[in-house]
């Protein structure tokens, strides 16, 4: 295959955000190092599988994105593969279906190793994530509801990474808590981005980012959570790291810069640069919240940013 060619896939693919697709599943495998400290060998490459079946379920979404855009790409972005005929239509069809049936079976296998016996919550949270894929690249992204059909996808795979996890370690409690603070995040962003190719209003964009606030405070709200546990989730008042607060701000400032740029001159440069730095900012997130369950070592999950941010340079990511 051309060097061409392999690019135009890239393109397909999005291939530099299926890091933050991985990252959720480091962020779910983070949160059972803490809550499941002895678990067999075949537990933690269940998450493995995990992480493979998110990615292929996340790529399939990025293919069946552009499937459904075809005849408006056409006309607004004819640089993308598949109207300009780099990538054939019935090629990305079956592309999208075989990542779709991909992510579906390793997500039930996922639930083979490491278990006493097979668990079906990573089969049902991988379906969930497929058809909430389907009904937002189908139409529901054209909708005042698309922002948030979008957070629901990152919502799902975000329990996704949880599901192996025993309901007896972790309440479904905190398992929501922490997938919605991911959730507002992503509707922020795609509220962002509904309008980075052409006018942005500073309004819209304002509001964006106070999504995007209210979801670090959500974040914030979780360790107070953590930390007056009783009961049978009381252990998880130990854990984490004082630094927490810090790091959070210091993530608020990583994506809040170019969304305070986007928002005094909203350009299709400056909204293009905010989005893309949310986006990639996933993976920043996710190890932050990471920190509140394993301490400064979940922020070993940000080793999946630099291979996000060179593939960035050839590959764009909106």
Request: net charge positive; aromatic share 8%; with cysteine.
């Amino acid at each position: 295959m051309s060097r061409d060619r392999l690019l135009a896939f890239a393109q397909l693919l999005r291939i530099p955000n299926v890091f933050t697709a991985f990252s959720d599943i480091a962020l779910g495998a983070c949160v059972a190092v803490a809550v499941v400290p002895s678990a067999p060998v075949g537990f933690w490459g269940a998450y493995l599988v995990l992480a493979l079946a998110s990615g292929c379920l996340y790529l399939a979404g990025m293919v069946w994105n552009d499937v459904f855009d075809l005849a408006e790409d056409k006309t607004t972005r004819a640089f993308r593969p598949l109207p300009s005929g780099r990538v054939k239509r019935g090629t990305a069809i079956g592309l999208g279906a075989a990542l779709s049936s991909a992510g579906v079976a390793l997500a039930a296998l996922a639930g083979v190793p490491g278990q006493p016996e097979w668990t079906h919550e990573p089969l049902v949270f991988a379906l969930g994530i497929l058809a909430a894929v389907l009904i937002y690249d189908g139409g529901a992204k054209r909708t005042p509801a698309g922002p948030v059909a979008m957070a629901g996808c990152r919502f799902l795979n975000v329990l996704f990474g949880l599901s192996l996890v025993p309901e007896a370690a972790l309440d479904v409690e905190y398992r929501l808590h922490l997938a919605s603070v991911v959730g507002f995040y992503i509707v922020g962003v795609t509220w962002l981005a509904r309008t980075e190719e052409g006018a942005s209003r500073k309004r819209d964009l304002a509001l964006a980012a106070s999504v995007v606030g209210l979801a670090l405070l959500l974040a914030l709200l979780m360790r107070m959570k953590l930390h007056s546990a009783t009961g049978s989730a009381k252990p998880l008042a130990a854990l984490g790291t004082v630094a927490f607060p810090y790091l959070l701000v210091a993530f608020g400032f990583l994506v809040g810069r170019p969304m305070a740029r986007a928002i005094a001159r909203p350009t299709p440069r400056t909204v293009q640069a905010a989005v893309k730095r949310c986006v990639l900012g996933l993976v920043a997130l996710d190890a932050v919240l990471a920190t509140l369950f394993v301490g400064l070592p979940g922020l070993l999950v940000l080793l999946l940013l630099p291979p996000a941010l060179v593939l960035g340079k050839w590959v764009y990511s909106t």
